[in-house]
């Protein structure tokens, strides 16, 4: 006789639990409108923020999809399919939904403190190495300042918000290289030019410089407001000085 998969029911309250808790916090952060709001929805089967509720908790399940998918969650769970043609669609404005979120919570962590405390933008950049890719989009030499070498992934800039307390995540730019020489890998060919997906790639091809501004000047229009910028001491070079009108 075949055998029949039977539920833990200590692990099925703990992820009804789980689940629980992430549908009160997202109906407090109002995800589910922001989501509409960006134009990131579907046309049929599970809602985009089911499938983004699924995405956000394997943060803290420790799991990712294909252990996920392995799990007693299993029989619950949408196919790998729906999973990846959302994490994949190219005209989901991303950018737009953490900006929207992240001023949210920006406005509250402001209603608590004093209109006398300084507030910052804090840019900081990260190598992410993938030196076992080959065929990964984009893939390319990048300069790593904390070896001083070139080694093969991206460069990860990206911009946050903080009271000295508390902080938040605005902006990102994955950079690959401007530098065609130093690309291994370039843009798929099946992309509409029209996507938000096609725009952050050529976006990829920023200088450092150019992406730093342009993270700002984003972050300005959106509505956040600091008193002083931080950075590393590396980015204060001629380019970036004269983008910015100190030279």
């Keep these: 006789m075949p055998t029949r998969k039977v539920r833990n029911p200590m692990l099925q309250q703990h992820s009804l639990s789980e689940q629980s808790r992430f549908s009160k916090l997202f109906a407090t952060l109002h995800i589910g409108q922001t989501l ?3 134009g990131i929805s579907k ?3 599970l809602s985009s923020l089911a499938i983004f509720q699924i995405v956000f908790s394997l943060v803290f399940e420790g799991k990712n999809w294909f252990h996920l998918l392995e799990s007693d969650r299993a029989a619950d769970l949408p196919g790998k399919d729906v999973i990846y043609r959302f994490l994949n669609q190219a005209s989901f404005a991303w950018r737009r939904f953490l900006q929207a979120l992240s001023l949210r919570i920006v406005r509250h962590f402001e209603s608590l403190i004093s209109s006398q405390r300084v507030r910052v933008f804090i840019i900081d950049d ?5 030196n076992r890719s080959k065929k990964a989009e984009l893939l390319a030499r990048v300069f790593d300042h904390s070896t001083g070498k070139f080694i093969k992934g991206y460069t990860m800039l990206t911009l946050g918000w903080s009271d000295g307390f508390s902080f938040a995540p605005l902006d990102f730019v994955m950079l690959s290289s401007a530098k065609i020489t130093n690309r291994l890998c370039e ?3 099946n992309l509409s030019k029209r996507s938000h997906g096609y725009k952050r790639r050529i976006e990829a091809f920023s200088r450092k410089p150019d992406a730093v501004v ?3 000047e984003r972050a300005l229009h959106a509505g956040f407001t600091a ?5 590393d001491c590396w980015f204060t070079q001629t380019p970036l000085l004269r983008l ?4």
């Design 244 to 247: 910015m009108g100190f030279l």
């Design 36 to 38: 509409r709001q960006v």
């Design 214 to 216: 342009a993270l700002l």
């Design 187 to 189: 843009i798929a060919s």
């Design 43 to 45: 046309s049929f089967g």
């Design 227 to 231: 008193d002083y910028v931080l950075m």
């Design 126 to 130: 990260s190598v992410l190495s993938r």
